[in-house]
């Protein structure tokens, strides 16, 4: 049987060499069957491999928003296959076996919602701390049950996505893979980290947009909302709030940040709530990260 995996790539149009880098990378996966969907979120894709669907956003719509418009695309195509791979525009695969590598992962661990190789720089070692799904990232070469996700380079069951509603278009930039994480563990499913398997991505600092602080404050707020029972939330909160103000006493961004915050706690009632369960708080404290941190 041939192996099969659904690819949404999100383009914005800006980087036209590194988008034409990625797709070659991706079209030359060996042993597995790729289909692509090219979303153009806010404008017409221009690079899209020969033979790949293409859905034209007639704006920006937001990072998950315009992932889960290329899913839909592919679902309504026919036939989707098992795995949704969600791709940044920038990313490359340096091997012509990372996809056909990361669906056999996926097949020994049928628990896991969704698969997570190692991301790192172009020179195949630098990994800065934010791309290693977990809080002990000494070893980022070391694989594991992870309770979060790197969103850009990510393997996802389509029942599953399906099941748990895919992205939250509401979030529409930061923490995203927060989210869809703890529905797919609110689902009883995990993650899995395959360290062993390398994607490449330009080192780049998420702050250089320039709505990074307010976005990140807002959204921390909107995930804790979304998905924790009430008594950790204040908890969740306070912990986060330590955190995001003393980064931005260091490093900048303090105003942006504190009008994220207000945004995220006067908006929060527009979130739809399902929190997790109590199992699910014990499963995923179980795996080394409590819902509080």
């Known amino acids: 049987m041939t192996l099969r995996v659904d690819v949404v790539v999100l383009t914005m149009g800006d980087r036209p060499e590194q988008e034409a880098l990625?797709?070659?990378t991706l079209l030359a996966q060996t042993g597995i069957k790729v289909r692509v969907c090219v979303v153009g979120n806010g404008c017409t894709p221009q690079v899209v491999p020969s033979g790949a669907l293409t859905v034209a956003l007639p704006e920006n719509i937001g990072i998950p928003g315009g992932?889960?418009?290329?899913?839909?695309?592919?679902?309504?195509?026919?036939?989707?296959?098992?795995?949704?791979?969600?791709l940044d525009n920038d990313a490359c695969l340096p091997r012509p076996d990372v996809l056909v590598r990361l669906v056999a992962a996926a097949e020994e661990h049928p628990e896991a919602?969704?698969?997570?190789?190692?991301l790192t720089g172009p020179d195949d070692a630098t990994a800065p701390r934010r791309w290693v799904p977990r809080l002990r990232v000494g070893d980022p070469g070391r694989p594991g049950t992870i309770t979060t996700m790197t969103e850009g380079v990510v393997l996802v069951r389509r029942r599953v996505f399906d099941e748990v509603g895919g992205w939250e278009s509401s979030l529409f930039l930061y923490h995203e893979g927060l989210d869809?994480?703890?529905r797919c563990w609110s689902a009883g499913y995990t993650g899995w980290y395959a360290a062993d398997i390398r994607m490449h991505h330009p080192v780049t600092s998420p702050a250089r947009h320039r709505q990074f602080?307010?976005?990140?404050?807002?959204?921390?707020?909107s995930v804790a909302y979304r998905n924790l029972p009430a008594p950790l939330i204040p908890l969740y909160l306070t912990a986060w709030t330590?955190?995001?103000?003393?980064?931005?006493?260091?490093?900048?961004?303090?105003?942006?940040s504190l009008r994220g915050m207000y945004e995220g706690w006067t908006t929060r009632?527009?979130?739809?709530?399902?929190?997790?369960?109590w199992r699910t708080v014990a499963r995923l404290t179980a795996a080394g990260r409590p819902p509080v941190i």
């Open 180 to 182: 869809l994480a703890y």
């Open 67 to 86: 992932r889960n418009a290329g899913a839909d695309a592919l679902r309504a195509a026919g036939d989707p296959a098992d795995y949704v791979f969600f």
């Open 242 to 256: 330590v955190i995001t103000l003393a980064r931005a006493a260091r490093g900048g961004g303090l105003r942006e």
């Open 22 to 24: 990625a797709q070659k």
């Open 269 to 277: 009632h527009a979130q739809t709530r399902r929190p997790m369960g």
């Open 213 to 221: 602080h307010r976005l990140a404050a807002r959204n921390r707020i």
């Open 113 to 118: 919602a969704y698969v997570q190789p190692r």
